[in-house]
């Protein structure tokens, strides 16, 4: 008599294309609820709820909400590099460095829901790593390649009295950053209009950078 006991059948594991379709669905669907309700107010469950799974199968594929957030932020900043991607080729480096952080501010003016996602959140418990990751994330899109590259340009020509092109970079974006950041926020102030503000920060910090100003 067989007295083996035949093991009843798991679901067969899924292809690699059903995984991706799945996690692209997941950061949809996380994209969707974080802009129309903001990030701290969306929960892991309801975004499984939202996607039709359990909250195990998605943490199967990501981590956390901070893991998943930097999925989404590679959609955004994408988006914002082809947005900031057309300025004439032949432009001299300041005036493309110009260009660029006028569309920088532009492109978080027009979807200020993408700028809540990227900045206006919590802390959420990122690690380290997370945070190196979130960084490697902004700076390796292809609008921050740009921009950099061109505020190398201006400091290899000796243009700037600043020979380190990183901190000049930095200190550009604070100054839009801070102009973009309260228009969108400190709506109770009545604001000069957005373009002034931006080309009077942006032409006084690369005056002020500049050598022989």
């Known amino acids: 008599m067989d007295t083996t006991v035949k093991r009843k059948q798991g679901r067969p594991p899924k292809s690699p294309e059903e995984q991706a379709a799945i996690r692209s669905k ?59 991607a057309d300025h004439p080729e032949n432009a001299e480096p300041i005036n493309k460095i110009k260009l660029l952080l006028m569309a920088y501010a532009q492109y978080w003016l027009k979807h200020p829901d ?19 990751q979130a960084n490697e994330i902004i700076m390796q899109s292809q609008y921050f390649t740009s921009l950099f590259n061109e505020i190398k340009k201006c400091c290899e020509s000796q243009i700037f009295s600043e020979s380190n092109h990183t901190l000049i970079g930095q200190v550009l974006l604070c100054g839009v950053q801070g102009i973009v950041s309260n228009l969108l926020t400190i709506k109770q102030m009545k604001w000069a209009p957005a373009e002034q503000l931006l080309e009077l920060q942006i ?11």
């Open 26 to 84: 997941i950061i949809g669907v996380a994209k969707e609820l974080f802009i129309n309700e903001g990030v701290d107010q969306v929960s892991v469950r309801k975004i499984a709820a939202r996607v039709g799974c359990t909250p195990r199968t998605l943490y199967y594929y990501f981590e956390n909400k901070r893991s998943l957030l930097h999925f989404i932020w590679v959609d955004i900043f994408s988006q914002l590099s082809d947005f900031a």
């Open 114 to 132: 993408h700028f809540r996602v990227v900045f206006s959140i919590e802390e959420l418990n990122s690690t380290p790593d997370q945070d190196e």
């Open 203 to 213: 032409n006084s910090i690369l005056s002020g950078l500049k050598l022989n100003h």
